[in-house]
């Protein structure tokens, strides 16, 4: 009997591993066959195998964002459709934010996976389809006040049937797109990898059986949700208040506030978030979907990495909302920046909270905005018509035990940046600096990260841009005595300009931060800063030799050594801040 | 003491516990080998050590080829020069801002990697090429004086002995004239001190990537100049006067000069030996289709050859998020061998690797201390390995302690010694198997297509596992499986690999321009195998590297052998789109196909040597008897041969244990054993 | 005692049922249970109970 478990212990490690790397398998190929950069070089997708109960039993580690909502997004698709709708060879796409997805450009595709007959389970994956209509090229509508201003919405349709394309869908979709050809290359990278994903999965089930790998991994769930329970109940019990606000919403000029009450019960977490305010006009507003992945990736942040991620490890986790509130926005209201920004303030909640009852594995904020950046034209050189969606990195929170890394992917996503020979190659910008910003970190013990600042040149007649930030006016938090990160900020240079000014400077945007349809013309430059990340422990207890390196490196600046640090013998006037003992007196 | 002076073509392979060394006379065929500890801090004296301990007379060995894994090392250890890396004015934080994603989705305990260079030494120029490759600000002369000065200020106090220029400037892989300029520039201020730069070591797109493999050229280059130094050195005073090689990653080997000049195609020189033998070897048997499974005391290493070819790729990660791009052999390590740990994690699965307990203390059973299982243990208590006769006998292990560890660790499992021994080798099976999945059908091979050429000190013993995991019906295992890398070094031809970045469409694709790039590659290519001193008719391929437009990624398409011409294009246009269909589930005919790369390879074919053949006959006593457990707990009565003793021809039914001095052959019950022409023995199931 | 029930609507109506507790949409079947001859809505028993055990007690009274 004792030789039978072991068997099983082992072959569940086993099992788990190959469910991963078929979801593995399934990114790479996206990657290597899509056509948009935020797809290959972004890699802003997921990948998932579902069992027929719309249980997640594997995942392979791209983009976490969509991790959590494809929980919804996967099982929302069978219970609407129901497990008979199914034939082999279907293939269904999924974008509603109210029917479990997150925001609309990310696009879901399903396949059934057949065994002896019937479903066994499903692979899918999620990607961020960079173009798909509505008010705004680029489909990230900062101004808008309804979905239906943010693009083309799916509920779940088949796009194939028994291996047929279902062309009048495929019509419908592409002639709402702006670039129907790039949607097109990209849909196809998410199917083909499908078809991979089926191949691998059969594989497997021909080897296991069908009941055996259903057993298999139905203890794989349990095993998970075992495990994030032990880790649960290691936080001591109680509840942690915290709350942090989005700047505006792009549409009125007020801030939107997310409040959380964090109740740890033993092993269980009650994520309350219906203190938060009304949903907003404009579309900061998160899905319950982006609520609930949020809240999940914020205590997976403090817990082992080792726990297999599936479902199991949700079920601990649970979310309270109130429909119609800026966590769980009700139709018609716009969700698209909900899922880029809300996202990680969401999950900074969540950690702040967190942090008052385990600081050791707490972060401070981070910058916290994707800094989306839209843009589209003609290309003067193909006379081809483009759009991109662009991001860039932010600083990340310092921790217990080191600085925050600099420019980096917001803590919601996993994606890259664009190389500056790709951006330049594809579109017609020239960059004229791309570098991290000195002084943006928060001070403290440890330093936030900092934040990046790129400079476009506008290179053909005319370009569009749109943008969706936020931090801009409010800042990154430190946490016990750290201190805050910079801000970010975009701006604009007409051609003939000397400075660069806010775009509700120079365009009359409502909002510095969230606007669309702006058209620049040849020689404009923009700048956009990204937010740096919040400091750790009081900046008087950083190490000398940490404050003399980040000077040396240039992380620093002089000013800002003496002023935040207390760093170095004061020739001027200037008041001391509170520190400990002094060790060296460089000069700087 | 050898009497006879022979014509020795040597192989010297550097390991992490021995220092290896193969010489094969090229008239006879004869083989001499010897083995030497390997000692991490001076390698250059193990080398000295292994080439005395073979006893072949100086004036005997006609050309000695090394691996090396100084290059390596030196980078993992971050033990390299101090670098000044020139760029692009504006973009001097590229290295440091990377590409902005992590290596954990749920992790604060995860931070970036640091380049191997200080943030301060990264300088920037005034200059501006765009994406065309036209110069869009000059370089003036004005601005690099200002460079020279605060490179000499980044420089002040290191000599030239540790100190290296790395030059990376954007879009130099379409106009590297810029580039040039400043290297000349650089070389005149600063004599004596290294430069690299990224046109010629890594010309290709993406800022962040180039910059990174420049800099890990610049960092080792020193090191490596004294390395080459110090073996040169050691050779004369041997009394060798042979010219002498370094291996690449790409499985070739380069005079020590060339080699030393780019430093960063020598990161696989310890590992690329491996699969030349086992290629070798699966020739001899006839096998064009092979998966080479290297497993040795800390790692393995599987590889691919396809139709006699073997596989490459274009990036290599130091470590996470830290990438060097040159051509690599296809090889996927993984920390599994015999001194991998058992382990359980906190969620109570167990663990095989990465971390291995090396050589000393090195396994339980081996009595130095060693107080954590490893596969070495597994493999004692399950009666694979028989602990009189390891290493030939030089080394006596212990089974009994190796039973108390393991039933140590099975005590935590809920199992008994011999279940949970069973158990470690089943995971570092598993393991393995993982990485032939990765090399094979996660490239769209079949690994049943395959036979598995299993070689190192303990891949003859896991072969069996491995090959009924994956299906695979032929395992080869070659003589002396634990040289077969220092084998592979011996054996290696020269090659020379050439890429230029283009930006070319279908649509309006000038055939004329691609076939002179080819050419110019062409020319470049085999003028450089003629510099080394190859002087027979060089092999030569092609390729081009493609994409549908709009995607990102490209394919290396070969063109066909011969002369290319303006057929050959559009054939592998064609080829293009029946490689994306068998890759991916589909093509887009019609579509526009995208001409990233021209790539030209140059391979100077070495003789290969007539090896000695095993005699004839049927017979074979086995030595021994011994109880071995396959599976289920449950010991089987086993004939246990000594590999000399088995003539060509011979065959056997599992279960059986072959045992020779440098591994272990373990025959599972059901395939059969034959012992080929050449003492390659052959499992089949 | 709840019971399971199927969302009436018509595929082609916009109407969203909402749990109680959690607040999310619910694509097709729901846990009713009466209480103050009100219906209240719900994922499953699973978020009927956390209303009940959480929010009834902690946040309601409050």
């Not at chain 2, 064009?288 to 005391?297: F, K, P, S, W, Y």
Request: net charge negative.
């Amino acid at each position: 009997m004792t030789a039978m478990k072991r068997i099983d212990s082992v072959t569940l490690s086993v099992i788990n591993n190959a469910l991963v790397n078929i979801c593995r398998e399934m990114g790479t190929a996206m990657m290597r066959t899509s056509y948009s950069p935020i797809f290959n070089e972004g890699l802003d997708f997921s990948c998932v195998i579902f069992n027929r109960r719309g249980d997640m039993i594997g995942q392979a580690e791209f983009c976490p964002t969509m991790l959590g909502s494809a929980q919804y997004a996967v099982s929302w698709t069978i219970e609407e459709l129901g497990l008979d709708s199914f034939e082999p060879g279907d293939v269904v796409v999924h974008n509603d934010p109210y029917r479990g997805q997150c925001h609309m450009p990310e696009h879901m595709v399903l396949r059934p996976v057949f065994f002896d007959g019937e479903i066994w389970g499903f692979v899918a994956n999620i990607a961020h389809v960079g173009e798909i209509g509505g008010m705004a090229p680029g489909s990230f509508a900062a101004d808008a006040t309804e979905v239906y201003q943010e693009g083309l919405r799916l509920p779940p349709v088949k796009l194939i049937s028994r291996g047929e394309y279902v062309r009048d869908v495929w019509k419908i979709i592409l002639s709402n797109h702006r670039t129907p050809k790039t949607s097109w290359g990209d849909l196809h990278a998410m199917i083909g990898s499908l078809g991979i994903a089926e191949t691998r999965l059969t594989g497997l089930l021909e080897r296991y059986g069908g009941h055996y790998l259903t057993e298999a991994s139905d203890r794989l769930l349990k095993y998970s949700e075992r495990w994030m329970r032990e880790e649960i109940r290691a936080i001591p019990n109680g509840e942690y208040r915290a709350s942090d606000c989005m700047e505006d919403d792009g549409v009125t000029d007020q801030p939107v506030w997310i409040r959380l009450r964090l109740v740890v019960r033993d092993d269980e977490v009650i994520a309350d978030w219906t203190d938060s305010d009304p949903q907003a006009k404009g579309p900061v507003n998160a899905t319950f979907v982006v609520t609930a992945a949020a809240s999940y990736s914020g205590l997976l942040h403090v817990t082992s990495n080792d726990i297999p991620r599936n479902s199991g490890c949700y079920r601990p986790i649970r979310v309270v909302t109130k429909p119609g509130s800026v966590v769980n926005v009700r139709h018609p209201g716009p969700s698209v920046g909900g899922n880029t920004e809300t996202h990680p303030h969401i999950q900074n909640v969540v950690v702040a909270a967190l942090s008052q009852a385990i600081p050791d594995r707490a972060a401070a904020a981070e910058g916290a905005s994707g800094c989306n950046f839209l843009f589209a034209g003609v290309h003067p050189g193909t006379g081809e018509y483009y759009t991109n969606y662009h991001i860039d990195g932010s600083g990340w929170g310092a921790t217990a035990f080191h600085d925050g890394d600099s420019a980096m992917c917001p803590e919601n996503g996993n994606c890259r940046n664009t190389p500056v020979e790709v951006l330049e190659t594809k579109f017609p910008w020239r960059t004229l600096e791309y570098r991290l910003r000195p002084d943006s970190g928060g001070p403290g013990r440890y330093r936030g990260g900092l934040g990046s600042s790129r400079i476009l040149r506008v290179l053909a007649p005319e370009i569009t841009v749109n943008a969706l930030m936020d931090r801009t006016k409010t800042r990154a938090w430190g946490l016990f005595g750290g201190g805050e990160g910079g801000y970010g900020g975009i701006f604009v240079k007409k051609r003939g300009d000397t400075q660069f000014r806010t775009f509700s400077e120079a365009f009359g945007t409502v909002s510095d931060s969230k606007f669309t349809r702006v058209v620049l013309r040849e020689g404009d430059e923009v700048m956009i800063h990204s937010p740096g990340g919040g400091g750790y422990g009081p900046a008087a207890e950083r190490s000398m030799e940490a404050i003399a390196d980040d000077l040396r490196q240039g992380w620093i600046s002089g000013k800002a050594a003496r002023e935040l640090y207390g760093h170095g013998r004061r020739r001027n006037r200037g008041t001391r801040t509170k520190r400990g003992p002094r060790t060296g007196t460089g000069r700087h | 003491m050898k009497s006879s002076v022979g014509e020795f073509r040597c192989g010297i392979d550097t390991g992490g516990t021995f220092t290896d060394f193969v010489g094969v006379d090229e008239a006879s065929g004869e083989l001499v080998a010897s083995k030497w500890p390997s000692s991490a801090e001076n390698p250059v004296e193990s080398i000295v050590g292994v080439v005395r301990q073979s006893g072949l007379p100086p004036e005997s060995i006609r050309f000695l080829i090394l691996g090396t894994t100084v290059a390596t090392n030196a980078l993992l250890q971050r033990r390299g020069a101090r670098v000044v890396y020139v760029t692009t004015k504006g973009f001097e934080d590229v290295l440091y801002i990377q590409r902005m994603n992590r290596r954990y989705h749920y992790s604060y305990e995860w931070t970036k990697p640091l380049p191997f260079v200080e943030r301060r030494n990264c300088l920037g120029v005034q200059e501006r090429v765009g994406p065309a490759g036209e110069v869009v600000a000059p370089l003036e002369a004005s601005d690099m004086e200002r460079l020279a000065g605060m490179v000499a200020e980044r420089l002040d106090g290191h000599g030239a002995k540790d100190s290296a220029i790395a030059v990376s400037l954007l879009f130099s892989y379409l106009n590297p004239e810029h580039e040039i300029r400043l290297k000349e520039f650089l070389q005149a201020r600063f004599p004596g001190v290294a430069v690299s730069v990224s046109h010629e070591v890594a010309p290709i797109w993406r800022e962040y990537e180039r910059g990174s493999t420049v800099v890990a050229d610049a960092f080792v280059k020193p090191l490596l100049h004294r390395y080459v130094h110090s073996v040169r050195t050691s050779l004369k005073r041997l009394g060798l006067r042979c010219p002498w090689a370094i291996m690449k990653s790409n499985g070739g080997h380069a005079s020590a000069t060339v080699a030393e000049g780019q430093p960063v195609n020598l990161l696989l020189s310890g590992q690329s030996g491996g699969i030349i033998g086992g290629r070798f070897f699966g020739h001899l048997a006839g096998e064009r289709n092979l998966i080479t499974v290297d497993m040795g005391g800390t790692s393995c290493d599987v590889g691919v050859v396809r139709g006699g070819a073997l596989s490459y790729i274009t990036n290599y990660e130091v470590e996470w998020g830290l990438p060097v791009s040159a051509p690599f052999v296809d090889l996927t390590a993984i920390g599994a061998g015999g001194g991998s740990i058992a382990w359980i994690d906190k969620g109570g699965f167990l663990r095989v690797g990465p971390q291995s307990a090396g050589a000393v203390p090195g396994p339980i059973c081996y009595g130095r201390g060693g107080s954590e299982v490893t596969v070495t243990d597994a493999n004692l208590v399950l009666g694979r390995l028989n602990p009189d006769y390891f290493l030939g006998g030089r080394m006596n292990l212990d089974p009994a302690k190796a039973t108390e560890g393991l039933a140590d660790l099975g005590s935590r499992l809920g199992i008994d010694a011999v279940a949970a021994a069973e158990a470690v080798v089943e995971m570092a099976n598993e393991n393995m198997a993982n990485a032939i999945r990765l090399v094979s059908i996660e490239r769209g091979l079949d690994p049943r297509d395959f036979s598995l050429v299993a070689f190192g000190g303990a891949g003859p013993l896991h072969a069996g596992g491995i090959s009924e995991k994956m299906g695979m019906a032929r395992i080869l295992i070659p003589p002396y499986p634990g040289l077969c890398s220092a084998f592979g070094a011996a054996l290696a031809d020269y090659q020379v690999d050439k890429v230029w970045s283009t930006n070319y469409r279908s649509d309006s694709l000038d055939a004329g321009r691609v076939l002179g790039q080819l050419r110019d590659l062409e020319s470049d290519a085999c003028e450089e195998l003629r510099a080394e001193g190859f002087s027979l008719e060089p092999e030569v391929r092609r390729s081009i590297s493609m994409r549908y437009a709009g995607q990102n990624y490209e394919h290396d398409v070969p063109l066909g052998q011969g002369e290319p011409n303006a057929e050959s294009i559009q054939q592998a246009f064609a080829e293009f789109h029946r490689l994306h269909e068998q890759l991916y589930g589909y093509s887009i005919s019609g579509e526009v196909i995208e001409l990233i790369r021209v790539n030209v390879t140059a391979i100077g074919r070495t003789r290969k040597p007539q090896l000695k053949a095993p005699p004839n006959g049927r017979a074979a006593r086995p030595r021994s008897r011994r109880p071995v457990c396959f599976e289920g707990s449950e010991f089987v009565d086993c004939p246990v041969y000594r590999r000399d003793d088995l003539p060509a021809g011979f065959t056997l039914e599992g279960p059986a244990v072959i045992e020779e001095v440098d591994s272990t052959i373990l025959l599972h019950p059901g395939p059969t054993l034959r012992v080929g022409r050449h003492g390659v023995i052959l499992i089949r199931s | 005692m709840g019971a399971w029930r199927r969302n009436p609507a018509q595929w082609y109506e916009q109407t969203m049922v909402y749990c109680e507790l959690c607040g999310r949409v619910i694509p097709k079947n729901f846990w009713v249970v009466e209480e103050d001859s009100r219906e209240l809505i719900f994922c499953d028993p699973d978020c009927e109970q956390l209303y009940r055990d959480y929010w009834v007690q902690t946040r309601r009274q409050a």
